[in-house]
């Protein structure tokens, strides 16, 4: 059973690591893996790769970046001959980046069945890209493996059956706890003279927050006072670099000493820096969880999530781009007040081993 396996983009890389290794115990399954070359820079792709064991991709399709219909449409039209060639049985993809929705219409049309990992989870804000790559994947998906029982039930409310779903955990954790003890011990600490609990981990990326210039300077405005007490470690996105510059904003972020700013990091430095954080501030949407299984208190700057658990028994709080808000809720946790919490015990290491078992099963 060929599987084409679909990567593109940073948050795909820590996903498909362990779903490959889990295929090994299959001596039937024979993965086809194809990036689609939607992060391209050595920070944001290869170093995963090399880091985390990922074998080197069958097959790459280079398409960079671009508009969304841009990018979209040259990762559909590349990946269709990809699939013309190698006819795979199933077409397995995950997360909800844009190479995940065009791989998965391509596969759609072309009737082979597409299996999603990560299916379910929504934000219901309509304004995020990755909203929609989510709401399309799941709905011609055959095989939609969730992360927690939450997304279960929003599939079903779209009138997704039963049969289709699978609850099998969140695969990105298998990859934190099997890292989590080598990355703790990582060098990063030192070689940036940075103690254990004594700084913020920040990351900041998304067009909402760095696209629109008062909602970044909002954000750097919070950023301002809170340095004053403790040091922000911020591994700087691309796309984030690009605004400070596109916006003037290169004084404000030099004039803050506390605000250690890094080029883009791989899995273990970055993991290393989550493990030994005092709390993140961040609006990713990987790490809401990632925090909640470290016990972490987490800062999400955005105004919704599609990992709503980790809000409600985790260690999360949404806090938007408010320079006030996000202000109130650093000092809570710098006095001691951070919120503690608990993960479904579904995110148990093992999701990647129940995900390659359905697939192995599905014909
Ligand atoms: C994409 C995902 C987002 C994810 C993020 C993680 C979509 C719609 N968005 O957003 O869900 O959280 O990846 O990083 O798929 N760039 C580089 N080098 C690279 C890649 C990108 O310099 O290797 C720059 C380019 O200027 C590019 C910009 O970053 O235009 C944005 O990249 P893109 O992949 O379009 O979106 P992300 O913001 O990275």
Redesign the pocket.
Known sequence: MKIACVV????NFMKIAPILKAMKEYSNLEPLLVHTG????YE??QIFFDELDIPKPDVYLGVG??S?AN?TAKIMIAFEEVVAESKPDLILVV??????LACTLVGAKLCIPIAHVEAGIRSFDRTM??EI?RVLTDSVSDYLLTPNEGANENLKKEGIPDQKITLVGDVMIDTLLKYRDKASSHKILSDLGLEKHSYILMTL???FNVDIKANFVNILNALMEIQQRIKIVFPM???TN?RIEEFGLNDMVSNMKNLVTLNPLGYLEFMGLMVNSKSVLTD??GMQTETTVLNIPCLTMRENTERPETIKDGTNTLVGSNTQLIIEESVRILDGNGKTGVYPEIWDGHTSERIVKVIAHSR
């Open positions: 593109g983009a940073r948050p939607q992060h391209y820079d944001m792709s970046s671009g969304h990018q997360g909800d980046v844009n190479s995940t890209p990755e790559n990326h998304r067009p996105h691309p796309r690009a990713s949407g």
